[in-house]
């Protein structure tokens, strides 16, 4: 065991930089291997996107207001964590889903996402697809496959492709909006959806790809009683996984420093091997290894000095602006106007309403008895002149398109925005050779490594997967360079 620690400074206080110094400690712990740990935020608070604000009477989530389940690593760190009697799931009498397709919201059948849905005849009987439209989507099965050699494809050229211009426009593409406030035209299906890809690659359709799959799964995970749905929380909001999170990492020696900004990285010292981080309050932290967890545009701007090609190339990856207001009503004044957890806009609808989540009806006690509480999600790629309204003329904004799809009239009691510029990013047609590239050019700077949701995943669960990937790469690599330097000190003697 090494009794010098391995010196870590991640930069990013979000989901991303604390699951890599979880990952980081425990395996430190497993290996019997000293690490002293630093995480530096420049906000006052831990989290990142992941902000829920309690009141006496709602509790709402800024950000992010669910997980998925089927990446099994959130749910397995809030196991970890001892965070397991406070998973909640969505709620089963309400699990529909809806799309404001020409001026109504129409069903989105059960199980879309998985392209087997329960329910196909809401797709005609509520009039979302055309009986053409829907021929041509179940036609999907039988249509040819691209060649596989080819070149990357945009999402919306992809899901035009197999399922036809009408199923994309009002069924695919709002949903990929709600999840990556993107244009799917410039989209890049390797990076956002690979595995439907490898789908028709494998068995020349999505559809029989997908019925496949799940006829070869599990019983446990075929069956309807399963605990978990699709999106589960926590009871007290997601910022309690970030709470827990950071108290779990105090107890084990991590520095947490909040609301300092990191100004520059040097690069290693040619003798030691040491980097040195400056921060704005004067210090300087030397670090045998650095982890980058920020936007990339904020990484690029901290290796521009002396890792320009991979600035470079992560300056190459845009990010789109968004914000989700939530408002809380008189449950009186709704009615039985709202139904389902709510309802996705398709682009080609023109609105400046991305989707709405019926909070009350999506989450247990997420308002009190009487109140009905809705978060609105607006904003996005090629949609974002709306957010430069104010605070007022951008809840007005969002009233008339409530009274004009549901017919919602009533003013809120409550109301509460947040915003979040710059904090979509966009894996654009191309992504996957940029990111190549850039592990390339960082192969030149052992001791440097960087993650976040600009890369490989923008979900809750993707962050955790690839912090953690990150923190145990960087032990094992510290540990491969010790031993070759030992082996050198020792044939010298």
């Not at 009986?131 to 989507?137: E, T």
């Not at 009615?335 to 019926?358: D, H, N, Y």
Request: hydrophobic fraction near 35%; glycine fraction near 10%.
């Amino acid at each position: 065991m090494r009794k010098t620690p391995c010196q870590v400074v991640i930069v990013g206080g979000g989901i991303s930089g604390l699951a890599t110094a979880h990952a980081l400690t425990e395996e430190g712990e497993k290996s019997q291997t000293a690490v002293q740990c630093t995480v530096v935020e420049r906000e006052p608070r831990w989290g990142g996107k992941i902000q829920t604000h309690v009141t006496d009477n709602y509790l709402i989530e800024g950000g992010p207001d669910s997980f998925l389940t089927s990446k099994p690593w959130a749910l397995e760190l809030c196991r970890t964590l001892g965070l397991q009697d406070q998973l909640v799931s969505t709620n089963s009498q309400h699990n529909q889903t809806f799309s404001f397709c020409r001026g109504a919201l129409r069903e989105l059948p059960q199980g879309l996402l998985a392209f087997r849905p329960r329910r196909i005849d809401t797709l005609v009987s509520g009039g979302l697809l055309s009986w053409g439209g829907m021929l041509r989507m179940a036609a999907e099965r039988f249509w040819p496959r691209r060649n596989p050699w080819l070149a990357d494809e945009s999402l919306g050229d992809f899901f035009r492709r197999r399922f036809g211009p009408e199923a994309f426009e009002y069924v695919i593409e709002p949903l990929v909006a709600g999840i990556y406030a993107g244009d799917a035209d410039e989209l890049s299906i390797e990076s956002t959806f690979p595995r439907f890809r490898e789908l028709e690659r494998e068995h020349g359709s999505v559809i029989k790809g997908m019925r496949k799959a799940l006829s070869d799964a599990p019983p446990a995970l075929r069956s309807s009683g399963e605990a978990t749905t699709m999106f589960m929380s926590l009871r007290g909001g997601l910022s309690e996984l970030i709470r827990t999170l950071v108290e779990a990492l105090r107890k084990r020696g991590v520095g947490l420093r909040a609301g300092l900004e990191c100004l520059e990285i040097q690069s290693p010292n040619l003798e030691s091997g040491e980097f040195h981080v400056l921060l704005d309050n004067g210090d300087r932290l030397p670090a045998d290894a650095v982890v980058l967890a920020t936007p990339t545009y904020q990484t690029a701007r901290l290796l521009r000095v002396f890792q320009p090609e991979t600035a470079s190339l992560l300056d190459g990856i845009p990010y789109a602006s968004t914000a989700t207001i939530s408002m809380a009503y008189p449950a009186e004044s709704i009615g039985s106007q709202i139904r389902g957890f709510g309802f996705v806009v398709p682009r080609k609808e023109q609105r400046p309403l991305l989707a709405a989540t019926w909070t009350s009806l999506k989450w247990p006690d997420r308002s009190r008895a009487g109140e009905t509480l809705i978060r609105c999600y607006i904003g996005g790629r090629g949609r974002e002149t709306v957010l430069e309204q104010d605070d007022n003329s951008l809840v007005e904004c969002v009233r008339r398109e409530l009274t004009s799809m549901v017919g919602i009239t009533a003013i809120p009691t409550y109301t509460e925005i947040h915003r979040w510029r710059q904090g979509m990013p966009q894996y654009v047609l191309g992504h996957q050779d940029r990111l190549t590239k850039m592990q390339e050019s960082l192969a030149h700077s052992p001791g440097l490594y960087v993650t976040g949701a600009g890369l490989y995943g923008i979900g809750i669960p993707d962050c955790i997967r690839e912090g953690t990937k990150v923190g145990k790469q960087l032990l094992q690599d510290y540990a491969a360079n010790h031993a070759i330097k030992n082996s050198g000190s020792t044939e010298l003697r």
